[in-house]
């Protein structure tokens, strides 16, 4: 373990900056209220009071970080008819890339994304991206309003990334300080040191920030799945089903939901094309859709229950832990105010009660 | 002196309860309150006792009427609380055969208006948590951890709700109106032309072509296709929409290709073009805050200036989209020819 401590933000900003021409580096920003990590060298102008302000937020990002790995549409292979025969190609190599400011949250959908992605068979262009990314987090002082971290067991003080950043304040001018969890952030902290900081970089051995402690106690993810068996006849499915509209809102901005469909697109006449996957929702019908016309699904009911149950309860039975991190994103999102915490709510006595 | 909406939310829950003692209903659709501080959310009372959870507040802005074609609610009788512009798209709904009138028992409500909430937390300044809110007849006044102060309804309300002018749906088109009583508070300051409320749409027809598609662009590129637009929407009413058609997909469903996106979103305002209802669902539902609701406020300045005033909803059918005659103009051709 390395700890490091610059001037400020802007000294990491800069340094990154200077490697960009062999690592793509991701950081916060806000573009018309909407939070997410764009490319670093994408940006005109580095806000950087505002990239503080989100790295050291007590909540995640709107978006979260799951499309750096696992993107809306990712292209398989393309192929085309060159002298009577096909030609596919797959894309090349990625670049190495860095991530700055994840949240404990973030970091344990990831966790989540991995037991299923990179267990056997091993999705190829999600491992590759785990493997090329270096992730700098941010803790969280204290529980965001909207968020049950603490209630899905998530560390929001020690996030497991490659490197932690500490800020007294988010306030751009103050001393930023970094702490290397793995040898690839050891790595990072020792290349930092030796180039680009001219010597404004200072190894210390404390870092002075302090944390609220949890206060709520974690969830047994046992205890919630046997809960969960016994509510398959609840009425509660059919009150949602009633009340949410059937898009795809919370699957789409959840960072653990993980599904896709694998879909071939090429324009007409053009004899090219390529196939590719993007994301897919289960709140839509066609997400079960079967190719005789059967859906096991049939009814909204059936899909906003399959998709609590396979949070709460399905998850749990496969793969261990609950799949939800707590960050709030699909209660911000819903257009009809639908939350984990509804459902918790119901399940669990009052204890999630705002 | 109670406030107005406090007497309308008594008055919803006693026609509730009512209706569904007297065994009339099965249901009453309406609204509760949200998980989140001044968050109201549609709600379904089976129960005289459930009636009590009804609400209504300025953030009832979720549109009912898409649900009343929904799966759960087929064959039952159902009471539904309906603004001005959810009235509207329940008459084009009747009209077009969606819903059965018979089976519906409406209670229209003396709408005021509604404040989305985003908004009133950036004129707040503070978060929504933190604010306590009193609605008076100047403004609403909002008392927070910085103190207290008082903004004024025009400073908090959805611009659609300014341009409004059917707020409470017509006596014709309802089973009973809920009026409440005391502080007249929002309908003050209403009444804002559309011009005005919308004037993002002469700044962007003021650009050139290029810098034009090149708003849309970055606007629609951001477009996740969730469908919660076309989902919420009161008047995108189709049984089968074309783009859950799976084969042939008509849309791809890529989700970084521009051309599909823009296909996806002239498709949607274009379909409900003379049928817009103007309740601005379209715009707030969306999660990545892409202001669909200027390409049907544009259609909407457009069809009044070539076919004359229409106000969907309210005029008799046909729509002016619906029907053409010789003497018409015909932008595709003869005009766009000049």
């Not at chain 1, 944390?211 to 499915?237: I, Y």
């Amino acid at each position: 373990m390395m700890m490091v401590k610059l001037p400020g933000y802007e000294m990491l900003i800069h340094y990154l900056q200077q490697g960009l021409g062999e690592k793509q580096v991701f950081v916060p920003v806000s573009e018309e209220g909407k939070e997410g990590h764009v490319p670093l060298g994408s940006l005109n102008k580095v806000d950087l009071a505002q990239m503080t302000a989100l790295t050291f937020q007590e909540k995640p990002l709107r978006n979260s970080i799951k499309s750096l790995f696992f993107p809306d549409t990712e292209t398989y292979l393309t192929y085309r008819k060159e002298e009577g025969r096909m030609v596919m190609e797959t894309p090349g190599e990625m670049m190495s890339q860095i991530l700055v400011g994840a949240k404990a949250c973030d970091l344990e959908s990831l966790n989540l994304i991995d037991r299923v992605f990179l267990a056997d068979p091993v999705d190829t262009l999600y491992a590759e991206k785990r493997a090329k990314t270096l992730i700098l987090a941010a803790p969280c002082r204290q529980q965001g309003t909207y968020c049950r971290c603490e209630s899905f067991g998530v560390d929001r003080i020690n996030p497991a990334a490659d490197v932690t950043m500490y800020q007294e304040t988010a306030d751009a001018a103050e001393p930023l300080y970094l702490k290397s969890l793995t040898p690839a952030g050891e790595t990072f902290l020792e290349e930092m040191m030796k180039c680009g900081t001219e010597g404004e970089a200072v190894a210390v051995t404390e870092i002075p920030w302090q944390a609220v402690p949890p206060g709520e106690k974690p969830l047994s993810p046992q205890e919630v799945k046997d809960q969960m068996d016994t509510l398959f006849e609840h009425p509660l499915w059919e009150e949602l089903a009633m009340r949410c509209l059937g898009c795809a809102t919370c699957t789409y901005y959840c960072p653990t939901c993980h599904c896709y469909d694998i879909r071939d697109f090429s324009r007409q006449g053009q004899e090219a094309g390529e196939r590719y996957r993007t994301w897919d929702s289960c709140m839509f019908t066609s997400f079960t859709n079967m190719a005789g016309g059967h859906n096991p699904r049939p009814h909204r009911k059936d899909r906003i229950q399959n998709r609590f149950f396979h949070k709460l309860n399905y998850f749990v039975k496969k793969q261990g832990p609950l799949a939800c991190v707590g960050c709030g994103r699909c209660g911000d999102a819903c257009p009809v105010g639908i939350s984990m915490d509804t459902v918790l709510n119901r399940i669990g006595g009052d204890r999630h009660d705002a | 002196m109670q406030s107005i909406m406090a007497s309308i939310t008594q008055s919803i829950q006693q026609t509730a309860a009512a209706l569904l003692a007297a065994g009339e209903v099965d249901l009453v659709l309406g609204y509760t309150r949200g998980e989140r501080p001044h968050q109201s959310v549609p709600f379904v009372a089976t129960t005289p006792a459930a009636a009590a959870q009804l609400h209504w507040d300025p953030f009832c802005e979720k549109a009912l009427a898409p649900y009343l074609m929904e799966e759960s609610y087929q064959n039952k009788r159902v009471a539904v609380v309906m603004k001005g512009c959810d009235a509207r798209a329940l008459r084009l709904m009747i009209s077009e055969s969606r819903v059965d009138r018979e089976k519906l028992v409406v209670l229209g409500v003396q709408c005021q208006g509604m404040i989305p909430r985003e908004k009133l937390e950036a004129a707040a300044g503070e978060p929504l948590h933190q604010l306590t809110l009193t609605w008076q007849s100047e403004g609403v006044e909002l008392t927070g951890r910085k103190g207290s102060q008082t903004l004024s309804y025009e400073a908090v309300l959805s611009p659609f709700c300014l341009t409004c002018q059917h707020a409470t749906p017509a006596v014709t088109e309802v089973d009973q109106i809920i009026a409440g009583s005391g502080e007249k508070a929002l309908v003050k300051g209403k009444n804002i032309p559309p011009k005005e409320a919308f004037s993002d749409i002469e700044t962007i027809e003021k650009m050139g072509a290029e810098e034009r598609h090149a708003f849309w662009m970055q606007q629609l590129n951001r477009c996740i296709r969730c469908y919660s637009c076309r989902n919420a929407c009161p008047v995108c009413t189709c049984r089968s929409c074309i783009f859950d058609r799976e084969n042939p997909d008509y849309l791809d469903a890529a989700k970084n290709q521009p051309a599909q996106h823009q296909f996806y979103h002239v498709i949607r305002a274009f379909h409900v073009a003379d049928r817009c209802v103007g309740c601005g669902e379209c715009a707030r539902v969306c999660p990545e805050g892409i202001p669909l609701h200027l390409l049907n406020q544009k259609l909407i300045q457009d069809l009044t200036q070539h076919y004359g005033a229409f106000t969907p909803g309210v005029d008799e059918v046909p729509n002016p989209l619906s029907c053409a005659g010789a003497h018409e103009v015909d932008p595709f051709g003869k005009e766009a020819k000049k």
